[in-house]
């Protein structure tokens, strides 16, 4: 149990030289553009994707279980994919995994020597690497791509298209 009245408790949070890594204790030398992977907008914009996730991962069954219906469908093809608030926030979630993407290829990282990696091409290709693949497949708007090929203007695109040939 954690002393508090000794000062045990308040020396492990306050987070002093002893206790952080030595590359947190450098000042690295980085590009305008690049995220420091331990700044604080890193760690806020993590938990937010956190929270993504987790909406995500609740409301697509939910979705696809309860809100998936022919009337839905055909309020879609009267006022489009912007008619639902729903529609919208999912978009919006869309858009905040691409950003990530992005903010990913721009965040340093610690390599197997301890040493803050900062160059922009050894990011990218450490994250190309590691978590790319499975972040653009995440980032892929689904709903979108699902909503456009059921719409009557795809269709007829594409009948045209194979009448052509």
């Known amino acids: 149990m954690p002393r508090i009245n000794n000062c045990v408790f308040p020396q ?23 995220i420091l992977h331990y700044s604080p907008f890193k760690a806020v914009w993590d938990w937010l994707i956190l929270l993504l996730v987790i909406y995500t991962a609740i409301f697509t069954p939910y979705s696809a279980a ?6 839905e469908e055909q309020k879609r ?23 990530d993407i992005l903010i990913n290829f721009r965040t340093t990282y610690v390599n197997s020597n301890e040493e803050v990696v900062s160059h922009p091409a050894k990011i990218a290709i450490h994250y190309f690497k590691g978590w790319f693949l499975i ?11 699902i909503f456009g090929s059921g ?9 045209r298209l194979v009448n052509k040939q």
């Open 12 to 34: 492990v949070l306050s987070l002093g030289a002893d206790v952080l890594p030595e590359y947190k204790l450098q000042t690295p030398r980085i590009d305008k553009w690049t």
């Open 151 to 159: 719409s009557d203007e795809v269709r007829t695109e594409k009948w």
């Open 135 to 145: 972040d653009m497949v995440a980032a892929i708007p689904f709903d979108l791509l």
């Open 77 to 99: 093809r009267v006022c489009g994919y912007s008619c639902s608030p729903l529609n919208v926030v999912d978009l919006m979630v869309d858009i905040m995994f691409i950003v």
């Open 66 to 71: 309860f809100l998936l219906n022919d009337l």
